[in-house]
């Protein structure tokens, strides 16, 4: 695959089919653990450690397992790694962990991992494989982090709040407060969120089109 592949699976997993502000996937984890930028970070990396693996896993036996069992499969490869990442993120991430609770098992059935297990990895070799999941990992992060941001500064007032107990003393940089604004709890609760996802999913659309206009005005002088 050349670079140019290479380039367009980035842009497609970071951008062009991102997977809650194109594929509008995920949503569940996103509402639910958005309520600032820290949770979103820890949730969104652990979901792409989780896809990265499985993107590779699968494309390594994608010649072996038969097409009649093959979703089952991938059901077992991806709830084994949510293992992993759960266990792990309970040993070296607790505090992140007893916040996240739930919400971490749950990605074994994010219905992003699994369409792209079956979307990409099952016809595509390793290392694009990989670079797919990363790329779509890295763009359900940004997701995850930027509604969360906005929650927590419009609802708190803060940024990256308790990152530093979260995460580990070395992120105690991220942490910003607002002097003089206390947040309005709408933003909070899950109306806030959902009002927050349609202004970013506005937004997109917006600069989507914007880009969309420039490039055909762009062409036009080529084509002339």
Same mark, same amino acid.
């Given at each position: ?25 995920a ?30 896993l ?110 580990? +003393?070395s ?18 609760? +899950? ?29 036009? +002088?080529?084509?002339?």
């Amino acid at each position: 695959m050349s670079d140019i592949q290479y380039g367009r699976i980035i842009k497609d997993g970071l951008w062009e089919q991102n997977v809650v502000f194109a594929q509008m996937l995920a949503l569940c984890p996103l509402m639910a653990v958005t309520t600032s930028g820290t949770n979103g970070l820890g949730m969104g990396l652990a979901s792409t450690a989780v896809l990265v693996c499985a993107n590779v896993l699968v494309s390594l036996i994608r010649k072996v397992v038969s097409a009649q069992v093959r979703i089952p499969v991938f059901i077992v490869l991806i709830a084994t790694l949510v293992t992993i990442v759960d266990l792990a993120m309970n040993a070296w991430l607790h505090e992140l962990y007893k916040v996240l609770g739930l919400f971490i098992a749950l990605i074994v059935v994010n219905c992003a991992i699994l369409g792209r297990s079956e979307s990409f990895a099952v016809k595509n070799g390793v290392a694009a494989s990989a670079v797919d999941g990363l790329a779509m990992g890295l763009g359900f992060t940004g997701a995850l982090v930027l509604l969360g941001l906005v929650r927590e500064f419009l609802g708190a007032g803060t940024l990256f709040a308790q990152a530093s107990q979260l995460l580990g +003393p070395s992120f105690a940089f991220l942490e910003v407060q607002v002097p003089g604004y206390g947040g309005a709890l709408l933003m909070i609760l +899950p109306p806030g969120a959902f009002a927050a996802l349609g202004f970013l999913l506005a937004g997109k659309r917006i600069i989507d089109r914007k880009l969309a206009e420039r490039e055909a005005a762009s062409a036009e +002088p080529a084509a002339a």
